[in-house]
């Protein structure tokens, strides 16, 4: 059974950072593509960023130049999201996802304000 657990959400000024954390354990697949989903008060849940198993990156645009999705480097199946410049338009919670061979597992999700 795989689990994905995030951590690292909070309340931050605009202009502000935050780094999220997320780790999948369990099954036996391998390296998961990892990715960050966000889902706004009322809106739909969206792409923020990606990094596959060849550890190419995808970014929603309007994260895009401010937000920075990598792997830990001991745990390949740990991803870390670098969030920088950050504006009240980012406040949602944010849902970690890990996928492979057609299957995806969610994180429980962490909530992140941006907020003066």
């Known amino acids: 059974q795989v689990q994905v657990v995030e951590s690292g959400g909070g309340l931050v000024q605009p202009g502000g950072s935050l780094r999220l954390f997320c780790a999948a354990s369990g099954g036996n697949f391998g390296i998961f593509t990892m990715a960050w989903y966000r889902q706004g008060p009322g809106e739909e849940r969206n792409l923020v960023a990606l990094?596959?198993?060849?550890?190419?990156?995808?970014y929603g645009d309007s994260v895009r130049g401010r937000f920075t999705i990598s792997r830990d480097r001991i745990n390949k199946n740990a991803v870390f999201l670098q969030m920088n410049t950050l504006k009240p338009e980012d406040t949602a919670i944010y849902y970690c996802?890990?996928?492979?061979?057609?299957?995806?597992?969610w994180g429980q999700g962490t909530q992140v304000t941006v907020s003066s």
């Open positions: 990094i596959n198993d060849n550890a190419a990156t995808n």
């Open positions: 996802q890990a996928s492979k061979y057609g299957q995806t597992y």
